[in-house]
T-cell receptor, first 112, second 111 residues
């Protein structure tokens, strides 16, 4: 069964460092998303991406964040200068169109 | 602002003890309501999509229903492997296809 794959599963980084979280969405999907979940809190939408551009972003997704689809299979989330409050689980998701989003297993980001 | 509220926050059940989880929503123009299961440290796993009031979906011991204001996830004769956090999410018309999630209901089923 096709699945969304995320790497790494756990990333520890020092405050102020740049991190790149990687995702391989389901191959025929057209919409790509990043969500995050701070420990004990709701899953929150960060950004959606379609046709090689951002289609919507939340207030959380400020200038420190960027997304890219560098090739036909990968979808990345970059955080330029990490803060302690960026520590969370980051989930990538993809959907075919206005249908169900399927999620990856997440990357646990710990900023120290 | 779109609101999704799940209740209860936590539910402890004996194996075989059926129960229901609630998801109430206040949105302008519901496109779809989704139920996901989340195990600790894992990503949300898709269960059901409901699009219109009166719709019902079933999968094994789980059944999801939808009204104009809320959705229920019924767990019939649960087993310990049904222990998880169940997340409700809504997709709203005119707002792309992003999901707005509730806080979830954590279900623990004791053998």
């Amino acid at each position: 069964e096709p699945e969304v794959t995320q790497t790494p599963s756990h990333q520890v980084t020092q405050m102020g460092q740049e991190v790149i979280l990687r995702c391989v969405p389901i191959s025929n999907h057209l919409y790509f998303y990043w969500y995050r979940q701070i420990l004990g809190q709701k899953v929150e939408f960060l950004v959606s991406f379609y046709n090689n551009e951002i289609s919507e972003k939340s207030e959380i997704f400020d200038d420190q964040f960027s997304v890219e689809r560098p090739d036909g299979s990968n979808f990345t989330l970059k955080i330029r200068s990490t803060k302690l409050e960026d520590s969370a689980m980051y989930f990538c998701a993809s959907s075919l169109e206005d249908t169900t989003s399927f999620f990856g297993q997440g990357t646990r980001l710990t900023v120290v | 602002e779109d609101q999704v509220t799940q209740s209860p926050e936590a539910l402890r059940l004996q194996e075989g003890e059926s129960s229901s989880l609630n998801c109430s929503y206040t949105v302008s123009g519901l496109r779809g309501l989704f139920w996901y299961r989340q195990d600790p440290g894992k990503g949300p796993e898709f269960l059901f999509t409901l699009y219109s009031a009166g719709e019902e979906k079933e999968k094994e011991r789980l059944k999801a229903t939808l009204t104009k204001k809320e959705s229920f996830l019924h767990i019939t004769a649960p087993k310990p492997e049904d222990s998880a956090t169940y997340l409700c999410a809504v997709q709203v018309n005119l707002n792309d296809y992003k999901l707005s999630f509730g806080a979830g209901t954590t279900v623990t089923v004791r053998a």
